[in-house]
């Protein structure tokens, strides 16, 4: 079993800045791919960004348009995302997920965190 709880979320200003974070403890998150998904109230859950079990690959879904990097520290057992330029459209609670291919489907991550909220507003 792999836990993830997901830290960092907050209130930021239009045009700030914010790092999310999500810690994974079980001896096999290393070697998962893992994701950031994010949720408005009455919207479906839509992909944000993926990285894969080595680091080297990632994935963003277009809306991100290079404002938002992932990250991965598999030493301290991390992933992060760090989000520029943010809007009120990026208000949502985000997600961490951990599964075995890099992947944009919310079906193709068996396990999930519970979410950090982050409010874009003036």
């Known amino acids: 079993q792999v836990q993830l709880t997901e830290s960092g979320g907050g209130l930021v200003q239009p045009g700030g800045s914010l790092r999310v974070s999500c810690g994974a403890s079980?001896?096999?998150?290393?070697?998962?791919?893992m994701a950031w998904f994010r949720q408005a109230p009455g919207k479906e859950r839509e992909f944000v960004a993926a990285?894969?079990?080595?680091?080297?690959?990632?994935s963003y879904a277009s809306f991100v348009k290079a404002r938002f990097t992932i990250s991965r520290a598999d030493t301290e057992n991390m992933m992060y995302m760090h989000m520029r330029d943010l809007t009120p459209e990026d208000s949502a609670v985000y997600l961490c997920?951990?599964?075995?291919?890099?992947?944009?489907?919310?079906?193709?991550?068996?396990?999930w965190g519970q979410g950090t909220q982050v409010i874009v507003s003036a």
């Open positions: 997920a951990a599964g075995g291919i890099l992947g944009i489907d919310v079906d193709e991550y068996d396990y």
């Open positions: 079980g001896s096999t998150s290393g070697s998962l791919a």
């Open positions: 990285i894969s079990a080595s680091g080297l690959s990632t």
